[in-house]
């Protein structure tokens, strides 16, 4: 099985469903309270369909929207296009930032920095710290453990799983984290932790759990 390849065709048909169209709120809030300046260049990495990209971008904010689906990318691009807005669309093939060193003065990232083993992950992170400015700050959420696809498939290392057909996400790999994990990676890749909340929903009359941290952090 292609694990990568299975992941992008996952998340291919992930984009054109109707389940992401709206704006996530917490991301919404973190830029307004944050981010006064509307000529601020925000990068929404793991953009998806451009939920949040579009969101802020008529607002008035100046958005690079990035992407490793090119299904993702051109969503995006046609919404901007028909809205009339100018936001900068970019395809990322893995975890390498195609930007240069501190160009950007916010980052969110909506569920896109989970699919990754630790090392991987703390590169990532690192790259996104490069291209953050001195006086940025960055808005991630990452999956806890608590979550009830914690442990849903083969195990390939501490809270990193290849998902099983029973989660619904057969063909990805998920990284599940604890709270001490994650101050842990972000210091490794350099970034200072603002503060950390955790965010819990359910779903089938509660018998299906999500839980997320919200983590905002700064250069």
């Known amino acids: 099985m292609n694990t990568s390849q299975n992941a992008k ?32 260049k925000i990068l929404d990495f793991g953009c998806g369909a451009g939920r949040n990209a579009i969101a802020l971008a008529m607002e008035g904010y100046q958005m690079i929207a990035m992407d490793y689906s090119e299904e ?8 901007a296009n028909e809205k009339l807005l100018d936001i900068q ?18 980052i969110v990232a909506n569920g ?16 996104l710290h490069n291209v953050l400015n001195a006086n940025g700050l960055m808005w991630a959420d990452w999956r806890a453990k608590e979550d009830s ?18 989660s619904g ?6 990284h599940f984290w604890d ?14 932790i603002v503060s950390i909340d955790k965010y819990m929903y359910t779903e089938n009359n509660g018998s299906k759990k999500n839980v997320w941290y919200h983590v905002i952090s700064k250069k």
């Open 112 to 127: 896109s920095l989970f699919y990754n083993g630790w090392s991987e992950t703390i590169d990532l992170l690192s790259n």
């Open 179 to 192: 709270l001490a994990q994650l101050e842990d990676i972000y210091t490794k890749s350099g970034f200072k």
């Open 89 to 106: 669309c970019v395809i990322n093939k893995n975890i390498n930032v195609p930007l240069e060193k501190e160009s950007v003065n916010a």
């Open 9 to 40: 065709e996952f998340w291919g048909k992930e984009v054109t469903t109707a389940n992401l169209v709206w704006p996530n709120e917490s991301i919404i809030k973190f830029v307004k309270k944050n981010i006064s300046d509307r000529n601020s």
């Open 169 to 174: 996400r057969s063909g990805c790999c998920y």
């Open 72 to 79: 993702a990318i051109k969503l995006v691009q046609e919404k």
């Open 149 to 166: 696809l914690y442990g849903m498939g083969e195990k390939i290392e501490d809270g990193y799983f290849a998902m099983n057909e029973e």
